[in-house]
């Protein structure tokens, strides 16, 4: 079946560090790729996503490459801030599917 | 526009006690889901709705059902609860595009305890 795997945290950073979240996925057919944040005592909120290879999602800052090749969506900002702190979710869903599965969640903490 | 709304955000309830979660989606959204979320398990899918047909089940046992309204708000109900049941459950609606990407979005959660 589908499947997620991401990097196990947590990760801890400096304020304007680079920060990257490794994902690869197992998937029949061309599933869509989302990466989703939640911020401590909240929902899920979607911080970008991909619907076909090569495609770049980004938002915020963030930014993830749909790399069908190496089947990976990996996580990448430039310069994090301490608001950046949160568990950050890599998810997939088969195409025109709405049943998502998620990777364990990666906990980011960043330090002034 | 109202993004998904969860009611009731927090509860308690005792063992053997059963519950029922409410969910309203995006206006528009006719595609409703629920997912648990727990430490341990981290993010499951439990079943999702559309158009008051339930399309899609999860790995749960059968005292978790679900149902939606022709107003496509929906609720989950959990029959004889289980300390094991304590979780975030979240809600989360699309609208159907037909498309790839159909966007998945999440209300707050209820945060169930049991005890």
């Known amino acids: 079946g589908d499947s997620v795997t991401q990097m196990e945290g947590p990760v801890t950073l400096s304020e304007e560090a680079f920060l990257t979240i490794n994902c690869t996925y197992t998937?029949?057919?061309?599933?869509?790729l989302f990466w989703y944040v939640q911020y401590p005592g909240e929902g899920l909120q979607l911080l970008l996503k991909a619907t076909k290879a090569d495609d770049k999602g980004s938002n915020k800052g963030f930014e993830a490459t749909y790399r069908k090749e190496t089947t990976s969506f990996h996580l990448e900002k430039g310069s994090v801030q301490v608001s950046d702190s949160a568990v950050y979710f890599c998810a997939l869903s088969p195409y025109n599917d709405y049943k998502l599965s998620f990777g364990a969640g990666t906990t980011v903490t960043v330090r002034a | 526009k109202a993004g998904v709304t969860q009611t009731p955000r927090y509860l308690i309830k005792t063992r053997g006690q059963q519950v029922t979660l409410s969910c309203s989606p995006i206006?528009?959204?006719?595609?409703v889901s629920w997912y648990q979320q727990t430490p341990g398990q981290g993010l499951q899918f439990l079943f999702e709705?559309?158009?008051?047909?339930?399309?899609n089940k999860g790995n749960f046992p059968g005292r978790f059902s679900g149902r939606q309204f022709s107003n496509s708000r929906s609720e989950m109900n959990v029959s004889t609860l289980e300390l094991g049941d304590s979780a975030l459950y979240l809600c989360a609606s699309s609208y159907e595009t037909g498309y790839a990407g159909n966007t998945i979005y999440f209300g707050e959660g209820s945060w169930l305890t049991v005890v």
């Open positions: 998937a029949t057919g061309y599933p869509s």
């Open positions: 206006s528009g959204h006719r595609s």
């Open positions: 709705y559309f158009s008051e047909t339930q399309r």
